[in-house]
Each structure stands twice: as structure tokens, then as C-alpha cells.
């Protein structure tokens, strides 16, 4: 019988592989036009060069989509392995699961209504 | 699903679980979900009604379930990472007893329209446009009531953890909603915000400190259980002893730092100073407990078979903590640094009768920190009533310096007066808690202790003296020194304030003089499951 880690092998490789190859192949056949939206910093808006605007500080409205983000984030993380055992652990884990998201359910009302998801 | 990866996902067997016995925890923390809703959708003009008597409600629930249930039902459950047991039944009973006097404390407005210690807009000082504007735009200071739930909900879980990680996460859900506590004060708002953050960072250190050892005890004994890890213990394994006497002495910084203790006792004289007086009064009373009854079951269950590893370590910080807590209280000018370095001593008091490593040991500290608990909040209640006048007659902020407090005796003799027996409590006079405490662990010390426990009685009474002599100054100045040129006033208390300093000095005085019930429930409750 092969190792059960062999699926996982090929997996990270085949991952690895077809991340390397969009690169290359992006690079290699795509047309070059460049204009000042594409040189600009991704993402976040922020100008890290060559000096940060506002002295380094960024908005802590930042910090607090971050913040909510790894709560709903580490949420999902759980219900990964509860997904997949979901047929051995019965009604018990259900409940539990339940129980678990109701919670979370709580924080995410309190943010709704309190204002957190409003960026302005 | 792969045959090969069936094989590696063991049958699941559902925990069992007795709620009863587990009924406190989960009325807690289900309370504070109902108090999270409660801030996210009650018109904000009845959220502070509706939070206090939702917290009240709460905790008085979990006390009657405690009473009615658990009292009787000793149990281990959820596969043995909760314990409930003699010692974990009476901390839960006392921590929700005070843990009410401790909201009563905070919910006081003193004439105001929300909780008056917290700000509701940490940018704005009290009484300014700025916090009008806040107010108006829908920020309350009622959130506290949630926090101080959730930190209840830890503090009933981490004396009856059962392994390392559920102790650990009891350590986290206590501790969090603590540094934010902290930081909310609504008036000298930057020592506010400078504690908050020491209380977190150093806070953080020590749970890293913690889970240090939890991994190297994990990698000593294979499991995190307690009752494990003294198994594997006492098959002692002289090859592994590299790994299991770090593991000790790190889980023990991480407990010894809530607690207080020399060396990890530097944020507690900032922490107490800049928390709002409710939030330290709550804090010192029932994290002390919390955390004390976390030690004791590590001490007396985990690591019961290694304890000549750790003993001597353990040994030297309590009588670091007695001499340390007690000198430097002689040289505050502030005081509520001055209770802080008080608690840092008392501390070392305790540390005395959990190193006797007897049942009489437990019984000691089980009373000392029930009559500690109420004493302490009764305190911090009368610090919060002392004020120096604000702007235009409305309520200033503490008059927290010592000189302020000079000649308070003769214009408010019972506040004063109240204030100086709780002092004398401290300081172990007959008569008052403080002394029947102190010999509820000193004298198992010397029976038990050994040489060792002989030499932390001597210090101890020494370093009682020490503080004594604090106190009894303190007390000189309110009543025989005349009164210096700042202007103070002491607020009329409403009927919160008022319930919470009589029954914390009541407590105070049953404990002294007829303190038979409380230490023979103590002794009853003495005996840990394993």
C-alpha cells in the first residue's frame, strides 16, 4: 500500500507548479503596456515609498476589517475538519457546530449594529 | 474518502458531559452572548438598566445553579478537562458572590446617565462637548457589563480546569476582557491607556510563558491532562526530567504573574492604579482567586510527584513576594499603588499556605482568599467615593494621593472610619478577616512546612508588621493630621455602592470574629479530585 502522504505530495506539487507556470507564461506572452494605475501600489492605497504618507499611520479601519476577518476566518477554519467528519460525529458535533456559530452570529451582530461595518 | 485515509481518522466518541455540574460556566457565558445582543440592539437609553440587571440576574442564576447542583455533584466531565470538586465548587461560589459586589461597584453613576468610572469615547474628557457628542452619537459605557461576564465566565473555568489547555484558555478568557477593562477609565485617561497596554503586553508574555511549558510538559508526559501528568510523574523517568522540571517552573511563571507574585509582579502597582476603581477592586479580588485556584490545583495535583523539583523555586518567591509587596508598600504616595503593593504582599501570605502541601494548606487559602475578596472590594468601593472637586461642582476624579486623604476622618468619619477598619483588616488585626486568614495559612505552614514553612511564617509575620505599619499610617493621617489645602469631597453613594461596602466590611467582620462556618465550609472543600 503507498504512503497516504503521496496524494498530499502531488498535490503541493502540482500547486506549486501551476503557480510558477501562470507567472512564467503571464510573463512571457502577455502585452507589456504599462500606465500609472499599474505601477501603483496593490491593494491597500498606502504609498510605502518613497516615504509613507501621513507619517507611516495607517488607518485604523485597517486594523478593525483585519481584526473581523480572522474571527469569520478562524470560523471557517473549524468547520473545515467538521465538514469532512460530519457523517461519524452525529448529532452531538451538530449541535456543538451550531452552538459554535450562534456565538460567532452574536459577535457579528454586535459589529452590524454597532457600526463596524460601515468604512465611513 | 480514500480507504487509507479512513484508517487514519479514529472511530469519534461523542464527551460526555454532566451540565449539571457545569451549569455556572455555561449560565455565564450564555448571559454574556444575551448582553451582547442586549449592546448590539436595546435603545441605548435603557442599555445601562437592562445590562445591570441582566449581569445581576446572570450571576445570581449561576450561584443558585452552583447551590442547587454542582455543590453536590463533584464530577469530572467533558473527558476530564473540567474538574468539578470541593475546592473548584467553593472558588466558583465565592468569585460569583463577589463578582456581584464588583458590578454593584461598577454600575454606580453618581448622578449621572451611564456608568460613571467608564468613558464612553476614550478621545474625549469627562463632562466636555466632545463627550456629549459621543453620547449622542450612540457610544455607552454599558459594554463593560459583557466584558465583566466573559471574565467571569474564565474565572469559574480556570480553577476547575482539568489539563493545560483548558486552563489556558480559561487564563486567556479571563485575562482579555481585563486589558480592556483597564483601559476604560473615563478620567486620567492616558495612565488609563499606559496600564491597559503594560497589563496586555506583559499579560502575553506570561501566557507565552505558559504555553512554553504546557509543550514541554506535553512532550514529558504525552498528554496535558493533570491527572496524567502526575501518573507519568510518578513513574519518574530520570531521562526526561530535563523536560518536565522547565515545563513546571514555566507554567508556574505563567500562574504566578495573575497572581502577582515577585518577580512577575510589575504591572500590578500600574494595572491597579490606572484600571477605573470598580475595574481594580473586581480585578484584585477575583483574578487573585481565579488564579490562586488554578496554582493550587497544579501544585496539588499535576505536579504533586515532582514537587521537590519546584519547591524550593516556589519557596523563594513567595518570601521574594511577602518582603518585596510589603517594603515597597512603605514608599507609595498613591493609594491605590498603595493596595497594589499591598495585594503584590498578600500574595506572598497565600503562595505560604499552598506550599504547606497539605489538606489544612488548601483550607487556609480557600479562607484567606474569600476574606481578602471582600475586603478588597469594599476598599477600592470607599477609593472610588473619595473625590477631588471637579469643575463647577460636578464630580472630580479620585483624590488618589495620600495627602488628599489627610484629616477625611474628621469631616467623614464614617467613610474613614469604615476605610480604616478594611486597613486594619490587611493588616491581620484581630478581630478583623485579615487575621483569622493569616493564620488559616501560617499555621498550616509551620505544622506541615518544615523548616521551610517555619522560615515563610517568620517572614510573613515580619512582613505583616511591615505593612502594618503602612496601614496604621495611613490611618494617623485620615484622623490625626490636619487636612491640607486641596479641596476633597466624598460622594453620597447610591444604594450600589452602598450594598457592596457594607456587605464586603459585614464580611469583613463575620470573618473576624466568628469565622467557624466559613473555614469549616473551606476545610470541607479541601479535597481535589484526581
Given at each position: 500500500m503507498?504512503?497516504p502522504?503521496i496524494?498530499l ?10 503557480a ?10 502577455g502585452?507589456?503596456?504599462y ?5 501603483d ?8 515609498t518613497p ?11 485597517y486594523?478593525l476589517?483585519a481584526?473581523?476577518f ?6 471557517s477554519?473549524f468547520l473545515y475538519?467538521?465538514a469532512t ?11 456543538e ?10 459577535a457579528?451582530?454586535?459589529?452590524w449594529?454597532?457600526g463596524?461595518?460601515?468604512w465611513? | 474518502?480514500?480507504?487509507a485515509?479512513?484508517?487514519?481518522v479514529?472511530?469519534?466518541?461523542a464527551v460526555?458531559?454532566?451540565?449539571t455540574?457545569i451549569?455556572?460556566?455555561?449560565i455565564?457565558f450564555g448571559g454574556?452572548?444575551?448582553g ?9 437609553r435603557?442599555?445601562?438598566?437592562t445590562?445591570?440587571?441582566l ?6 442564576a ?15 466531565t467533558?473527558?476530564?478537562?473540567i ?17 456581584i459586589?464588583g458590578?454593584?461597584?461598577m ?7 451611564d456608568?460613571d468610572?467608564f468613558t464612553?469615547m476614550g478621545?474625549?474628557?469627562p463632562?466636555?462637548?466632545q ?8 457610544f ?7 466584558l465583566?461576564l466573559?471574565?467571569?465566565g474564565?474565572m ?17 478568557v479571563?485575562?482579555?476582557?481585563l486589558y480592556i477593562?483597564?483601559?476604560?477609565a ?14 496586555f ?6 501566557s507565552?510563558?505558559?504555553l ?7 512532550a ?12 507519568v510523574?510518578a513513574a519518574?523517568d ?6 518536565l522540571?522547565?515545563?513546571?517552573l514555566l ?11 515577585v ?7 500600574d ?6 476603581t470598580?475595574?481594580t477592586g473586581f480585578?484584585?479580588?477575583?483574578t ?16 504533586d ?5 519546584w519547591?524550593?523555586?516556589v519557596?523563594a518567591v ?5 518582603v518585596v509587596g ?6 507609595q504616595?498613591d493609594?491605590k499603588?498603595?493596595?497594589a503593593?499591598?495585594?503584590v504582599?498578600h ?20 479562607f484567606?482568599?474569600v ?5 478588597t472590594?469594599a476598599a ?14 460636578s ?5 488618589s494621593?495620600?495627602s488628599?486623604w489627610?484629616?477625611?476622618g ?5 467613610v474613614?472610619?469604615?476605610?480604616a477598619?478594611l ?6 488585626i484581630?478581630?478583623t478577616s485579615?487575621?483569622t486568614?493569616?493564620?488559616a495559612v501560617?499555621a498550616?505552614a509551620?505544622a506541615?512546612?518544615g523548616r521551610a514553612g ?8 515580619l ?9 496604621v499610617?495611613l490611618?494617623v493621617?485620615m ?5 491640607g489645602?486641596?479641596e476633597?469631597e466624598?460622594?453620597?453613594p447610591?444604594a ?17 470574629i466568628a469565622?467557624g462556618?466559613v473555614l469549616?465550609l473551606?476545610d ?7
Amino acid at each position: 500500500m503507498t504512503s497516504p502522504y503521496i496524494p498530499l505530495l502531488f498535490l503541493v506539487a502540482l500547486g506549486g507548479g501551476f503557480a510558477v507556470f501562470s507567472v512564467l507564461i503571464a510573463g512571457l506572452t502577455g502585452p507589456k503596456r504599462y500606465n500609472r494605475a499599474k505601477v501603483d501600489a496593490y491593494e491597500c492605497g498606502i504609498e510605502p515609498t518613497p516615504q509613507a504618507s501621513g507619517g507611516g499611520k495607517v488607518p485604523i479601519k485597517y486594523y478593525l476589517t483585519a481584526m473581523l476577518f480572522i474571527i469569520f476566518d478562524v470560523e471557517s477554519v473549524f468547520l473545515y475538519p467538521f465538514a469532512t467528519a460530519f457523517d461519524k460525529l452525529g448529532l452531538f458535533a451538530l449541535v456543538e457546530m451550531v452552538l459554535f456559530i450562534l456565538t460567532v452570529f452574536v459577535a457579528y451582530s454586535y459589529v452590524w449594529r454597532r457600526g463596524g461595518l460601515d468604512w465611513d | 474518502m480514500t480507504p487509507a485515509v479512513t484508517t487514519l481518522v479514529p472511530a469519534f466518541e461523542a464527551v460526555k458531559v454532566d451540565y449539571t455540574a457545569i451549569a455556572p460556566i455555561l449560565i455565564v457565558f450564555g448571559g454574556s452572548m444575551v448582553g451582547v445582543l442586549v449592546e448590539a440592539f436595546a435603545p441605548r437609553r435603557s442599555r445601562h438598566t437592562t445590562q445591570v440587571a441582566l449581569t445581576l440576574v446572570t450571576l445570581a442564576a449561576a450561584l443558585g445553579a452552583l447551590l442547587l447542583w454542582s455543590r453536590d455533584n463533584h464530577a469530572k466531565t467533558l473527558g476530564g478537562s473540567i474538574v468539578i470538586d470541593g475546592p473548584a465548587v467553593f472558588l466558583q461560589g465565592t468569585l460569583l458572590v463577589l463578582s456581584i459586589l464588583g458590578v454593584l461597584t461598577m454600575a454606580e453613576k453618581w448622578g449621572g446617565q451611564d456608568a460613571d468610572a467608564f468613558t464612553p469615547m476614550g478621545a474625549a474628557t469627562p463632562g466636555s462637548p466632545q463627550e456629549a457628542a459621543a453620547a449622542r452619537a450612540g457610544f455607552t459605557t454599558s459594554e463593560v457589563f459583557p466584558l465583566t461576564l466573559i471574565a467571569v465566565g474564565g474565572m469559574l473555568l480556570f480553577p476547575a480546569a482539568g489539563d493545560l489547555i483548558t486552563a489556558f484558555i480559561a487564563l486567556e478568557v479571563l485575562s482579555l476582557p481585563l486589558y480592556i477593562m483597564t483601559g476604560l477609565a473615563r478620567r486620567r485617561r492616558l495612565l488609563s491607556q499606559e496600564a491597559s497596554l503594560k497589563y496586555f503586553l506583559l499579560g502575553a508574555f506570561s501566557s507565552a510563558f505558559f504555553l512554553f511549558g504546557a509543550a514541554l510538559l506535553f512532550a514529558y508526559a504525552g498528554s496535558l491532562d493533570f491527572d496524567k501528568i502526575a501518573s507519568v510523574t510518578a513513574a519518574a523517568d530520570p531521562a526526561l526530567e530535563g523536560l518536565l522540571v522547565p515545563g513546571v517552573l514555566l507554567v508556574l511563571i505563567g500562574l504566578l504573574f495573575k497572581v502577582g507574585a515577585v518577580p512577575f509582579h510589575s504591572w500590578t502597582p500600574d494595572a491597579y492604579q490606572g484600571a477605573p476603581t470598580p475595574v481594580t477592586g473586581f480585578m484584585a479580588a477575583c483574578t487573585k482567586l481565579a488564579a490562586f485556584g488554578a496554582i493550587l490545583r497544579v501544585a496539588y495535583v499535576a505536579f504533586d510527584g515532582s514537587r521537590w523539583d519546584w519547591r524550593v523555586e516556589v519557596i523563594a518567591v513567595a518570601i521574594l513576594t511577602m518582603v518585596v509587596g510589603s517594603v515597597l508598600s512603605v514608599t507609595q504616595t498613591d493609594v491605590k499603588r498603595l493596595l497594589a503593593y499591598s495585594s503584590v504582599a498578600h500574595a506572598g501570605f497565600i503562595l505560604v499556605g499552598v506550599l504547606a502541601f497539605s489538606r489544612q494548606g488548601v483550607q487556609g487559602v480557600l479562607f484567606y482568599l474569600v476574606a481578602y475578596g471582600f475586603t478588597t472590594i469594599a476598599a477600592f468601593a470607599i477609593v472610588s467615593m473619595v473625590r477631588a472637586g471637579g469643575p463647577d461642582g460636578s464630580v472630580g476624579s479620585e483624590a488618589s494621593h495620600l495627602s488628599q486623604w489627610a484629616g477625611l476622618g474628621k469631616e467623614h468619619p464614617v467613610v474613614a472610619g469604615v476605610f480604616a477598619f478594611l486597613l486594619l483588616a490587611f493588616a491581620g488585626i484581630p478581630l478583623t478577616s485579615g487575621f483569622t486568614a493569616k493564620f488559616a495559612v501560617f499555621a498550616p505552614a509551620v505544622a506541615d512546612g518544615g523548616r521551610a514553612g517555619v522560615t515563610m511564617a517568620i517572614v510573613g509575620v515580619l512582613c505583616s508588621a511591615i505593612t502594618g505599619f503602612v496601614y496604621v499610617r495611613l490611618i494617623v493621617l485620615m484622623f490625626f493630621t490636619e487636612a491640607g489645602s486641596d479641596e476633597v469631597e466624598v460622594l453620597v453613594p447610591s444604594a450600589l455602592t452602598t450594598v457592596a461596602v457594607t456587605v464586603g466590611t459585614a464580611a469583613t467582620v463575620l470573618l473576624g470574629i466568628a469565622p467557624g462556618l466559613v473555614l469549616s465550609l473551606a476545610d470541607s472543600a479541601s479535597q481535589f479530585i484526581r
